[in-house]
Antibody
């Protein structure tokens, strides 16, 4: 069955960096685009970034552009989100999701990133 | 890109039907048939309920249906059940290779 599992969350100081990972299984990873979506505590969902199936295209929300980088390693069925210059407002649960028909069809349980001094 | 507009809350009694609206612009909802809907129970990951405006993934109850008119999409839930109580989010692909979510609607089953 299709599964995506996030990892790498934690507590980081403002201005710091963190890389979160998402490992997929149960489907042909190299044929699907992948997304990162976040949810601040008690708030709604916010799309963060997308990488195309072949890794050629990356698209970002304006709120993270220039600070976050999405990448993928098809040999390891893993997508990454490198987060630099972290701010208080980046505190959130970060979900990884598979793209299908322009929607987010499978989600992981998320990894919590807390930006705090 | 601004968030899509959803009502903050809706409520209904078991067995009733209700509709949640999702209003965007011609740059997102109105411009593409790429609207999707998600159900999220507390502490859980979101679950895809509708994709491409009115398509249900395998395993999703046919009590859930979607539609779109102009810049507004809608999710209709018929035969409301206690287990439907959750937060619901719409999403749309938007111009310039972005995706945007609605602010979310809390559904209460009375």
């Amino acid at each position: 069955q299709v599964q995506v599992v996030e990892s790498g969350g934690g507590v980081v100081q403002p201005g710091g960096s963190l890389r979160v990972s998402c490992t997929a299984s149960g489907f042909s990873f190299s044929t699907f685009g992948m997304h990162w979506v976040r949810q601040a505590p008690g708030k709604g969902l916010e799309w963060v970034a997308h990488m195309s199936f072949d890794g050629r295209n990356q698209w970002y929300a304006d709120s993270v552009k220039g600070r976050f980088t999405i990448s993928r390693d098809s040999a390891k069925n893993t997508v990454f989100l490198q987060m630099n210059s972290l701010r208080d407002e980046d505190t959130a649960m970060y979900f990884c999701s598979r793209d299908s028909n322009w929607s987010f069809d499978y989600w992981g349980q998320g990894t919590l990133v807390t930006v705090s001094s | 890109q601004s968030a899509l507009t959803q009502p903050a809350s809706v409520s209904g009694s078991p067995g009733q039907a209700l509709t949640i609206s999702c209003t965007g612009t011609s740059s997102d909802v109105g411009g593409y048939n790429r609207v999707s809907w998600y159900q999220q129970h507390p502490g859980k990951a979101p679950k895809l309920m509708i994709f491409a405006v009115n398509n249900r993934p395998s395993g999703v109850s046919n009590r859930f249906s979607g539609s779109k008119s102009g810049n507004t999409a809608s999710l209709t839930i018929s035969g409301l059940q206690a287990e439907d109580e959750a937060d619901y989010y719409c999403s749309s692909y938007a111009t310039s290779n972005h995706w945007v979510f609605g602010g979310g609607t809390k559904l209460t089953v009375l």
